[in-house]
């Protein structure tokens, strides 16, 4: 089903790469993006979508699906531009790849194949993830949505995580079956988090924009949640692995350093992550973006066939009752991390100048119109600017005013977290370039 791209100019090819495309938000980001790509850039673009899943069977159903969706955008779109279809299906072009976030092999694998086989990537956008949930406290999920049910059903409370969880080894045995030492690896910090973070500076050159002849810069759009609790985050317990609530200590890491990448304290750091000796006339740095698809109704937590349909029900109760952050379907939940994609570059540099570097969230009204809204993040508001109470509504429960300690502690913070993951993705380069197995991107 995947179409050539051979006969495509480079300069008028979009390319952008979705882990974890094969389901849920996934899919739903890749459905969107095939929408707005075609309906808002130019004829003479084409797109080039890379698709990842842990598979070629899950690759092949997701490119299949993918396709279909196309045919079925351009004969709706056919209606009104009579004679566009073939023209259309012709701008949209899939690539599938392996990739397993669990794996540092994988992940460096699939990095030299893309250093090798494709001339550049403009987005990237880091999807894939697990929630490491076990259950649910019945009886507290059951008092608190009555008796609370907008932030019961947004902020939850009542999920049960496991704790301890580890990668499998992630240097192979050797052949006379001795397995090497190696430190533990939070399962859930890989795969949401440090797994992306590697992906992210392999592919860095490739981010990297030519200063001459673009207008705009490479994109990493690191996918967050609400769920980012400032309390979540143990600075001692980085990866998660004796945390109770693995999942928010990602994402709240994920919001941390998404959103201090661009300060001026952190740029040192991220001209090493991102493979820069620093200012250049010749390329633009690439830049990291947070957003979080709100809450939708997807699978990440499992429920059986019942269930699935209490937990739509409530997610509905909980956006009729005034919560601006349940888009509930995967496709309007896309909504700010396709924008983000697609928008000018000049219009994200206004609006971050204007309001400072922040977190863009999905979000919808009563009637589940969907767009993009600012999100405050706890220790630094809507942009790190004191003083910003314009949207009191919808706040989580654990927000509080941003202070000038808070915001130097969050930003303090940030440098901190950022020197943890480089020394950590340092570490096993050397690691698995000791035993043998690490991959040259040379």
Excluded at 87 to 95: D, M
């Amino acid at each position: 089903m995947s179409l050539s791209e051979d006969n495509v100019q480079l300069d008028n090819r979009f390319y952008v790469l979705i882990t974890g495309a094969n389901s849920g938000l996934g899919l739903g980001v890749g459905r969107r993006l095939i929408d707005e790509f075609l309906e808002t850039r130019p004829e003479s673009e084409s797109l080039i979508l890379i698709v990842t899943t842990r598979d070629k069977r899950k690759g092949d159903a997701t490119v299949e699906q993918l396709h279909d969706h196309l045919l079925k955008t351009c004969r709706n779109l056919e209606k009104t531009r009579p004679g566009s279809s073939a023209l259309l299906q012709r701008r949209v072009h899939f690539r599938q790849e392996i990739l397993d976030l669990l794996s540092l092999l994988s992940v460096q694998t699939l990095s030299k194949r893309l250093r090798e086989t494709t001339p550049k990537i403009d987005v990237v956008i880091c999807n894939a993830g697990i929630g490491g949930w076990t259950g649910l406290n019945w009886g507290y999920a059951v008092w608190t949505i009555l008796t609370n049910w907008k932030n019961a059903v947004t902020w939850p409370e009542f999920k049960i995580a496991g704790v301890g969880w580890v990668t499998k080894a992630q240097i192979p045995s050797l052949e006379n079956g001795e397995t090497v030492e190696e430190p533990p690896l939070g399962e859930v910090f890989c795969a949401n988090f440090f797994g992306h973070y590697l992906l992210g500076h392999y592919l860095a050159p490739l981010l990297a924009r030519h200063a001459e002849s673009e207008q705009t810069k490479g994109r990493l759009i690191w996918v967050s949640s609400v769920e980012g609790y400032t309390h979540s985050l143990d600075m001692n317990d980085i990866q998660g692995i004796e945390a109770e609530e693995a999942y928010m200590s990602t994402k709240r890491l994920t919001d941390i350093m998404g959103i201090t990448s661009t300060l001026p304290s952190t740029a040192k750091i991220t001209d090493r992550y991102l493979d820069r000796s620093g200012p250049s006339e010749k390329t633009t740095k690439p830049r990291i973006y947070v957003a979080h698809p709100g809450i939708c109704g997807t699978s990440i937590f499992p429920l059986n066939f019942i269930l699935e349909y209490c937990m739509l029900f409530a997610f509905y109760m909980a956006r009729w009752l005034g919560s601006q952050w349940h888009p509930i379907t995967v496709e309007k939940g896309a909504c700010a991390l396709v924008w983000l994609a697609l928008a000018k570059q000049s219009t994200l540099d206004t609006m971050e100048e204007r309001e400072g570097a922040g977190k863009w969230g999905s979000a919808t009204d009563w009637f589940g119109n969907e767009r993009v809204e600012r999100t405050e993040v706890e220790g630094w508001g809507w942009g790190g600017k004191l003083g910003d109470k314009r949207k009191w509504k919808n706040r989580s429960p654990y927000a509080k005013d941003l202070t000038q300690e808070d915001r130097e502690t969050f930003e303090e913070t940030g440098k901190t977290c950022w020197a943890e993951m480089e020394k950590l993705r340092l570490e096993w380069e050397k690691r698995l370039d000791d035993a043998g197995v690490g991959v040259k991107m040379e």
